[in-house]
């Protein structure tokens, strides 16, 4: 499911050859097209002057001097804070890049002064900016840019192609989204895309991001024949029929992208330019804080793509702040830390900072590689990999907290749960106490022995709710390979909390086994209901008492994150002090219908003051 763990060394690594090092002075000249609505971003005061928080106020952001009345006021809405002693409000006044004071409509108008703009909410709904916990902007841009295949069936994705090789009569066609569970075993068939798109390159990307379709011309531009070597035999290769010819299904991102460079040859400016194209649908999905989970280097360097948000950042066009990791995904180890360091330093300005080690753990159980604690059904031969032994997990992960790194662990397969858990109780054991933030992602298996180790030792529990649907992937696949006692009892979100511990969400975008998306709202109902979106008699993925709550979920994707990434002092609840990232809804998602969540349109987003969506 999160396709970075095996696609960024080998992307990188195409980049490089493509594009060479990347200078600030290299960014396309698109990127100077777009310009995001509302205020500047000029420091402005924090006093707080109804129902003050003077300690959060203070540690938040400390009044400067300036003074003098808000910019802004939201008032006649609803306002769901998330902040424990005043969940509810009627109206909120914002100076700058900070909230003034929430209170009743009569509290913040008698705020205003005569440049106040206001805005009448008019019945809606205000909640805090939505953070994600884990997602991958730059592969989502190059991933899902063409046709969308998240179709039901093979027939329906033949006719898609169809429609969008006739609408798009020259150059290369390309995709994302089609599934596995749409082909037999032996996968997708260059014939099929040939006998719709004979004379010129078609190639199309699973959803899980670990392999593609391609047609004839698209194999032969990229020299792919019966001579050609496999990247890696066995592991990333192209898939071929009884004559050894390639069928045109192509397997995991060695091949995959060895392919796609051949064709459309990758650059970071070409990355660049697909990221401005999505920066606007962040914004309107409410989306005002990230984590990046990994990006593709170029060559040994994790830093030259993140520097593409500091260039935003600096142009003022930057709709979210960052934090991105440094990524270890298989021995050597002893350059983890250091790698930290160097782009801690590097990467460190008002909206982006590239502090959190990430570590790919394990796998996906589709591809056998989630590491478990017994073997697969459908392959009793194996139980999956980690590729680290738990005495370099150890190693990591304590150096990585003596150095008051955070840590964040793919980990689909129980195995490296436990792996992790293992790690980071040694980690506790072996340095002074601190305020830890070591997270865990994904999670589609956690043992029942390892559940209250969550709370026991602070990890959070950093979900993909998204996968939480009922359907072919979470039914049918897992079903194959955890066998049905096992598959009863995957992505158990409400058993960390009863247990004590916390939990995040974050889409993983574009990376998915059935439904894609980087909308939080799509999220959060997901998470309530445990059903398909636009189903609302769909079944319901088991165990259906992992259902949360509305206000469960919302706090997951707002201050569950923030807690992760080290900023529930400053965002994640609307309270005085703490800085003006918001949205408005159209209706309140606490009361309209479960199955109607997703529905919600995001009329306005503010980060940091300004707006980046609506609100002209």
């Given at each position: 499911?999160c396709?970075?763990?095996?696609l ?5 690594q195409?980049m490089t050859k493509?594009?060479?090092h ?5 960014m396309?000249t698109?990127l100077?097209?777009?310009?995001f609505?509302?205020?500047g971003l000029?420091c ?5 002057q ?6 959060l106020?203070q540690?938040?952001?400390p009044d400067n001097?300036?003074?003098?009345p ?5 008032r ?6 998330l902040?424990a002693?005043?969940p509810?409000?009627?109206a909120?006044a914002v100076?700058g890049?900070?909230?003034l004071?929430v ?5 913040i108008?008698?705020?205003?002064g005569?440049?106040t703009r206001?805005?009448?909410?008019a ?5 805090p900016?939505?953070?994600?916990g884990?997602i991958h ?6 991933f899902?840019?063409g046709?969308d ?5 093979r027939?329906d994705?033949?006719a898609a192609i ?7 009569p020259?150059?290369?066609l ?5 599934r596995?569970?749409?082909f ?8 099929d895309l040939?006998?719709i798109?004979?004379d010129r ?11 593609m ?12 024949d019966?001579?050609t ?14 004559e050894g010819?390639p069928t ?5 991102v ?5 392919m796609?460079?051949k ?8 990355m ?6 999505w920066l606007?649908k962040a ?7 990230i ?10 360097d994790?830093?030259a793509?993140?520097?593409?948000y500091?260039?935003?950042?600096r142009?003022?066009?930057l709709?979210f ?5 440094y ?5 050597p180890?002893?350059?983890?830390v250091?790698?930290v360091e160097d782009?801690?330093?590097r ?6 900072q590239?502090?959190?080690l990430?570590i790919?753990?394990d796998?996906?159980a589709e ?7 017994e ?10 990999q ?10 990591m992960v ?10 964040h ?10 792996l992790a ?5 040694a980690a506790i054991a ?5 305020d830890r933030r070591h997270?865990?992602?994904h999670?589609?298996l956690?043992?029942d ?7 026991e030792?602070?990890?959070?529990a ?5 996968w939480?649907s009922a359907d072919p ?6 079903l194959?390979r955890y066998g049905?006692e096992?598959?009863?009892?995957i992505?158990?979100p409400r ?7 916390t939990?995040?969400?974050g ?5 998915a086994g ?7 709202l799509?999220?959060?109902?997901i998470?309530v209901?445990?059903?398909l979106i636009g189903q609302?008699?769909a079944p319901v993925?088991?165990p259906?008492?992992e259902?949360?709550?509305v206000?469960?979920a919302?706090h997951?994707?707002t201050m ?6 080290r900023?529930e002092?400053?965002i994640?609840?609307?309270e005085p ?5 918001l949205?408005?809804l159209?209706q309140?998602?606490f009361g309209v219908?479960k199955?109607d969540?997703?529905k919600?349109r995001?009329e306005m ?7 980046t969506?609506?609100?002209?």
């Amino acid at each position: 499911m999160c396709m970075s763990c095996s696609l960024t060394n080998a992307f990188g690594q195409l980049m490089t050859k493509a594009a060479g090092h990347r200078s600030p002075q290299a960014m396309p000249t698109g990127l100077a097209r777009r310009r995001f609505v509302g205020a500047g971003l000029a420091c402005a005061a924090v006093a707080s002057q109804v129902r003050p928080h003077a300690a959060l106020a203070q540690e938040a952001r400390p009044d400067n001097g300036a003074g003098g009345p808000p910019d802004t006021i939201f008032r006649g809405g609803t306002v769901r804070t998330l902040a424990a002693d005043r969940p509810l409000a009627e109206a909120v006044a914002v100076r700058g890049k900070t909230i003034l004071a929430v209170g009743s409509n009569a509290e913040i108008d008698a705020l205003a002064g005569p440049e106040t703009r206001v805005i009448e909410l008019a019945g809606r709904t205000m909640l805090p900016g939505f953070v994600e916990g884990h997602i991958h902007p730059f592969l989502g841009s190059f991933f899902t840019a063409g046709l969308d295949l998240q179709l039901p069936t093979r027939a329906d994705a033949l006719a898609a192609i169809a429609r969008f090789a006739q609408d798009h009569p020259t150059g290369t066609l390309r995709g994302f989204g089609w599934r596995v569970d749409m082909f037999p075993p032996q996968g997708p068939s260059k014939e099929d895309l040939d006998r719709i798109v004979p004379d010129r390159p078609a190639f199309f990307f699973a959803i899980d991001g670990h392999s593609m379709w391609a047609n004839s011309k698209a194999l032969e531009l990229a020299g792919v024949d019966r001579d050609t070597p496999d990247p890696i035999p066995g592991f990333s290769y192209y898939v071929r029929d009884a004559e050894g010819n390639p069928t045109g299904y192509v397997l995991e991102v060695a091949a995959v992208l060895a392919m796609v460079n051949k064709i459309e040859p990758i650059s970071v400016e070409a990355m660049a330019g697909l990221l401005e194209g999505w920066l606007p649908k962040a914004a309107a999905a409410g989306i005002t804080t990230i984590y990046d989970a990994g990006v593709p280097p170029v060559g040994d360097d994790q830093g030259a793509i993140i520097e593409v948000y500091t260039d935003l950042e600096r142009e003022g066009r930057l709709p979210f702040r960052v934090v991105a990791s440094y990524m270890m995904k298989g021995p050597p180890i002893e350059h983890a830390v250091s790698g930290v360091e160097d782009l801690r330093r590097r990467i460190d300005t008002e909206l982006v900072q590239a502090r959190v080690l990430k570590i790919v753990g394990d796998g996906t159980a589709e591809g056998y590689t989630a590491l478990l604690l017994e073997p697969y059904t459908d392959r009793p031969d194996t139980i999956g990999q980690s590729p680290f032994s738990q005495e370099q997990w150890t190693s990591m992960v304590t150096e990585a907290d003596a150095a008051g790194i955070d840590v964040h662990i793919h980990a689909c397969g129980e195995g490296t749960t436990r792996l992790a858990l293992n790690a980071i109780e040694a980690a506790i054991a072996a340095n002074p106490p601190r305020d830890r933030r070591h997270s865990i992602a994904h999670l589609v298996l956690v043992d029942d022995a390892d559940m209250p180790r969550f709370a026991e030792l602070g990890a959070n529990a950093q979900f993909s709710a998204n996968w939480m649907s009922a359907d072919p992937d979470t039914v049918d696949i897992l079903l194959e390979r955890y066998g049905p006692e096992r598959q009863r009892q995957i992505y158990r979100p409400r058993s960390i909390l009863n247990a004590g511990g916390t939990i995040s969400f974050g889409t993983d975008w574009p990376a998915a086994g059935y439904f894609a998306t980087y909308k939080p709202l799509d999220s959060i109902q997901i998470a309530v209901t445990r059903q398909l979106i636009g189903q609302p008699d769909a079944p319901v993925l088991e165990p259906a008492d992992e259902r949360l709550e509305v206000e469960q979920a919302v706090h997951a994707n707002t201050m569950g994150a923030a807690r992760q990434l080290r900023m529930e002092d400053r965002i994640g609840s609307i309270e005085p002090g703490k800085l003006a990232d918001l949205v408005v809804l159209e209706q309140d998602i606490f009361g309209v219908g479960k199955h109607d969540i997703a529905k919600v349109r995001v009329e306005m987003t503010m980060m940091n003051g300004r707006f980046t969506h609506g609100g002209g």
